[in-house]
């Protein structure tokens, strides 16, 4: 009591200690040394010093010192009323100071006041002024205390917290949660006990901790704030070491705020289980804070003991995958702040919770964890593995990917400029001309960014001395926080999503196995992009690579010193695009991943490694391991040129083998392993493939094992592409395919599409083909007829149409001949239907001229108007000005009737009474006969038409095109199929005028001279073959006259110029000079097969009149 300083001090801690030994012994503690320490809270004076040194002195201790210290303050405490006023006023004057002595000494007055208030023995009443401060969220309990804190500190702020819970719940225990607000969010109570439960590292924590837990049911909620604590303690950290690093400035000493790894994970193991998904992933987290990712030690596998996966609903398991994927790959839950993420310690703890959630999850076996009813922690490890989290990182890694992809070339420029600098397209522009020598010069990457850098700070120097406007100042921060964006995504999104997934497939191989379907394709995008993305320095793709590597090394069947030489081979064999400068036939669609299959290199070695060593496994590969391999499977068939030796031969075997021992796999991968035998199959390497099994066995294998049902649309899709293809060898295969499918009736037998390509090759050329094709279509229409075939379905020409225009010839030839022959086995009501829609289709393709309006009508006027002359002489009519389409048309269409389509009136018999009998044919003779005369001929007449018209100059064409021209004459070529297949085909009267009609007022006058060529034989092919009756020559003959002398349809028919939605521009064209010539042209032709007809006696007079339309001619 008489020393001072330091030698006083020791003196109170020999005394506190002297009362420990006391206590333990059971004695009562003296009136003199209790005195000693009331005297201090009466007074006021001393109070630090006194009662201070009791609590700094054993709060470092064991918690059994602890206790005995808190009993002995009671026993200092139960001095009277005096002691309890006596707190008050030293907790008033603590908190209108701002000195740190005063703020401890507050402090310590209300851990003092709640100590005695909260225990039973004492039963005492809180001060009201101590109650509000500790509800008060603005109390400088709270936010006074900042920097490095002294021991005292330490140990009473999360004390006095936790007894105050203890308080607040023995005094009403109703009483509402100190840790949450009525939003369920945390209290600055709670967050200053998580701060202090992070920062300050005593023993007393633990006890805290469970003292909280045991009066309050949201104690959860300190854990998820602990969390926080952590990472904004550890990001501000690093974002301060960054800032000092990059400024050249050393960092001072900040082991105060280290955070004890220890310390964190032994207050993580006292939280009890909670239902709160986001607590227990975070709970998850904390324990393997500061933890290796090592799988073999001691520490792993207490961390697998005591995960308590047991007995959790999937909807929590769902949350967990959740959180613990987001933390993983570096994703902030502080929306609010752009900087926010996720600091390197805790991303490494979760990284340590997908490993060991892996090695548990590698244990799981069905045939065991069946009977194991009490405990399914392996199974909620293995759904949370293979499923739940794969899924998580997947989505994360692909929206960092397209994040990525999406940026524009301001974005990627910006990205390479110094923070603080204002970044303008104009600066691209200068450094264009030293681009351009640096590129002469062949500098490697680090050579050209060293440069770069240069010149930016060159500019950045030379920009110093002029003044920046306030907008400019505005545009440098808003560009600034674009580059920390863009920083944030490929510094720290995209590594740290590439860090999750290698942590899960390197934790168990088989769970690595199970994830290759989900991941592999996105992991292997990512990487394509990173290759052909300037934003990817070397260093930066080097983790994408390994993670690349990580996923083949968990192709068990494969030796891991494999594993580049996979990675390797995929990257070659996959494209994001298809690249313009390599043909179709070097790449294919891929229908997982949205990649394009490529053509391998020459002499490709890695391939060849990795394919001997598939083969040397000999048995089937596991389905996950079967989709990481099929891309290079299927690029070793893509191209004209074999990549090595027996290539081709090892990758038949192996889609073979899985093909016909797995039907998992097969239902899977059938469209591409499909789509890859049929790519080859295009190619001449494919017939040296003669061992077994060929190209051809292998793909009827994947038909084979048919799925339960009917097959899928999309695994037909390769046959009905291919069926089409001009080579024979695809064409074979398919007909093989569809032969074996319809065999197992997993085919649809009516589907239009499937009928379809069996019908065209069932009218190739090619013997084979037709052969196999015919067989296909036995099956399918189950005929036992081996001479005939079965007509198809009335629905056959809708699929049949597009294909008259193919590209191929031979395609095209049997599409015609497909659409004649099914025509001949099918009604004539079906042939005037299906006849139309050829007409319609041709007309929709018909070109139209370039000018309307004025020039329309300027060239309409100029067209001479030709008249068929009574008289046997024929006469040139004089010019005059031509009515426009509107008002020719107009005066044909009878009134008060209702329009109807014109092709369904081409050829329709004229309307009145019908004749029969002998009145009948002298109605015929009639027409035919004509009053015979001398012949002469005007030779002026004859040169004149030789002579162009001056508006033909004037005829402009457009919207024609190659593609149109290779429809008008697919249609064209299919009517003449008509007169050229096998089967007899019945054309009646109404068909024959519609086709007739057709082929004048159009075919004749197309611009194109194949397709007019095609019209010239077609129509004169139709008639050679159909117009051999009396009827029909009483047709043909007047309407070839009338388009011999005027070059036009008749009158009668002008109602089909506007058909198929042409209107006056087909009108139009039709009437153009040029076009009336072509039809002259043709009709020639048209009336040198009519005369086939006109044989014996009787057709005398005929015969006459047909030379006279000659010579008129």
Request: overall charge negative; glycine content about 4%; charged content about 25%.
């Amino acid at each position: 009591t008489k020393e001072k300083g330091e030698a006083r001090e020791i003196g109170i801690k020999a005394l506190t200690w002297w009362m420990v030994v006391t206590r333990r012994q059971g004695a009562t503690l003296p009136d003199a040394v209790l005195s000693f320490f009331r005297k201090s809270i009466e007074s006021g004076t001393d109070f630090l010093p006194r009662v201070g040194t009791i609590v700094t002195t054993l709060s470092s201790c064991q918690n059994e010192n602890q206790d005995i210290m808190e009993s002995i303050l009671l026993l200092v405490l139960s001095g009277g009323a005096k002691i309890e006023q006596g707190l008050p006023p030293i907790f008033e004057k603590a908190s209108s100071s701002k000195k740190t002595v005063a703020a401890a000494e507050g402090l310590l007055a209300l851990y003092l006041s709640i100590l005695h208030s909260s225990s039973s023995s004492a039963g005492g009443k809180l001060s009201l002024s101590f109650d509000k401060v500790c509800k008060s969220s603005k109390s400088f309990l709270y936010h006074v205390f900042e920097g490095k804190q002294p021991p005292l500190v330490q140990y009473l702020l999360p004390r006095t917290i936790s007894l105050y819970v203890k308080y607040r719940v023995k005094k009403d225990e109703n009483a509402v949660s100190l840790l949450i607000n009525n939003d369920k969010k945390p209290t600055s109570i709670a967050r200053t006990m998580a701060q202090s439960l992070v920062h300050f590292s005593n023993y007393s924590q633990g006890a805290n901790l469970d003292l909280i837990q045991t009066y309050d049911s949201s104690s959860s909620v300190l854990i998820t704030e602990m969390f926080r604590t952590i990472n904004q303690t550890c990001c501000s950290i690093e974002k301060y070491r960054a800032e000092r690093r990059d400024a050249e400035i050393e960092s001072p000493d900040l082991s105060f705020v280290k955070i004890h790894d220890n310390h964190i994970r032994s207050l993580s193991w006292k939280f009890s289980a909670s239902t709160s998904a986001t607590a227990i992933a975070v709970k998850w987290i904390l324990m393997h804070y500061g933890t290796t990712r090592r799988t073999n030690k001691r520490q792993r596998r207490q961390l697998m003991k005591h995960m308590m996966l047991s007995n959790l609903k999937d909807d929590v398991q769902s949350e967990i995958s959740v959180v613990l994927s987001r933390v993983a790959c570096g994703i902030s839950d502080d929306d609010g702040d752009d900087d926010a993420f996720v600091c390197q310690d805790l991303h490494g703890a979760a990284l340590s919770v997908l490993t060991t959630l892996g090695m548990v999850a590698g244990t799981f076996d069905e045939n065991e964890d069946e009977d194991r009813d009490d405990d399914n922690s392996i199974e909620v490890a293995h759904r949370l593995t293979t499923d739940l989290i794969p899924h998580q990182l997947q989505t994360h890694l692909e929206n960092n990917r397209k994040s990525a992809d999406g940026l524009s070339e301001f974005q990627l420029n910006l990205s390479q400029t110094m923070m603080g600098t204002l970044y303008t397209m104009e600066d691209e522009k200068e450094k264009e001309p030293s681009t351009e020598k640096v590129n002469k010069g062949r500098l490697t990457e680090e050579e050209e960014w060293e440069l770069q850098m240069k010149k930016e700070l060159a500019i950045k120097d030379s920009k110093d001395d002029k003044k920046v406007t306030p907008e400019q100042m505005e545009q440098i921060k808003e560009q600034d926080k674009e580059r920390l964006k863009l920083d944030h995504l490929f510094e720290r999104l995209y590594p740290q999503s590439l860090d999750a997934i290698r942590a899960l497939f390197l934790s168990d191989i088989e769970i690595g196995n199970a994830c290759l379907p989900l991941i592999g394709p996105t992991v292997l995008n990512a990487t394509i992009d990173a290759i052909n993305s300037r934003m990817f320095s070397p260093l930066s793709r080097l983790p994408l690579r390994k993670t690349l590597e990580a996923l083949a090394c968990c192709v068990y069947e494969m030796d891991e010193q494999f594993a580049s030489d996979l990675c390797q081979s995929l990257l070659w064999s996959c494209g994001r695009a298809i690249d313009s400068s390599k043909s179709c036939t070097q790449q294919q669609q891929f229908s997982s991943g949205g990649w394009m299959i490529q053509a391998l290199p020459s002499n490709c070695s890695a391939a060849a490694k990795v394919m001997t060593e598939i083969t040397d496994y000999g048995d089937v590969l596991s389905p996950e391991s079967f989709a990481f391999v099929l891309p290079l499977v299927c690029a070793i068939l893509t191209g004209p040129r074999t990549p090595f030796p027996e290539g081709a031969e090892s990758a038949l075997m192996l889609l073979e083998s899985h093909a016909s021992n797995d039907e998992n796999i097969c239902n899977t991968w059938r469209r591409d392993m499909a789509s890859a035998v049929l790519e080859f199959l295009k190619h001449d390497r494919s017939q040296s493939v003669t061992t077994f099994p060929t190209a051809l066995e292998t793909l009827v294998a994947c038909y084979a094992q048919s799925e339960d049902g009917a097959i899928s649309t999309a695994s037909l899709a390769p046959l009905m592409d291919y069926a089409i293809y001009p080579g024979k060898h695809c064409r074979l295969g398919c007909m093989m395919a569809i032969s074996a499918l319809a065999q197992t009736e997993a085919v649809n037998k009516k589907n239009p599409l499937v009928e379809n390509r069996v019908w065209v090759n069932c009218f190739v050329d090619e013997e084979e083909v037709k052969d196999e094709a015919r067989k296909a279509w036995r099956i399918l229409t189950a005929s036992l007829d081996e001479e005939k075939l079965d007509p198809p379905s009335i629905l056959y020409a809708i699929p049949l149409l597009p294909l008259l225009s193919n590209e191929d010839s031979a395609i095209a030839e049997a599409a015609a001949a497909a659409n004649a022959s099914a025509m001949a086995l099918h009604t004539c009501q079906m042939m005037e239907r299906n006849v139309t829609k050829l007409c319609s289709t041709y007309l929709e393709n018909y070109p139209t001229e370039e000018e309307k309006g004025q020039k329309k009508s300027s060239e309409m006027s100029k067209i001479p108007a030709q008249k068929a002359s009574t008289t046997s002489k024929a006469k040139v009519a004089p010019a005059k000005p031509k009515k426009s389409t509107a008002d020719l048309t107009k005066g044909l269409r009878k009134t008060g009737k209702k329009k109807t389509d014109a092709l369904s009136l081409m050829g329709k018999p004229k309307t009145g009474k019908k004749s029969t009998g002998t009145r009948k044919l002298k109605s015929v003779n009639k027409a035919l006969l004509k009053p015979k005369e001398e012949r002469t001929l005007d030779h002026d007449e004859l040169a004149n038409q030789f002579k162009a018209p001056s508006s033909t100059k004037n005829e402009k064409i457009k919207n024609d095109s190659p593609e149109k021209i290779r429809i008008r004459h697919g249609i064209l070529n299919a009517i003449m199929a008509l007169t050229q297949v096998k089967q007899p085909v019945e054309m009646d009267l109404k068909t024959l005028k519609l086709v007739t009609i057709f082929l004048i007022a159009f075919g004749l006058a197309d611009i194109s001279d194949d397709v007019r060529a095609k019209a010239r034989n077609a129509l004169g092919q139709i008639i050679a073959s159909f117009g051999n009756s009396d009827e029909a020559i009483a047709f043909l003959l007047p309407t070839l006259e009338h388009a011999l002398h005027n070059g036009m349809a008749s009158p009668s028919d002008v109602d089909v110029l506007q058909s198929a939605n042409k209107g006056d521009e087909a009108a139009v064209i039709s009437e153009l000079s040029t076009a009336i010539n072509r039809r002259k042209e043709g009709a020639v032709v048209a009336l040198g097969s009519v005369a086939l007809h006109l044989k014996g006696e009787e057709n005398f007079s005929k015969i006459d009149s047909t030379v006279d339309m000659f010579l008129s001619t």
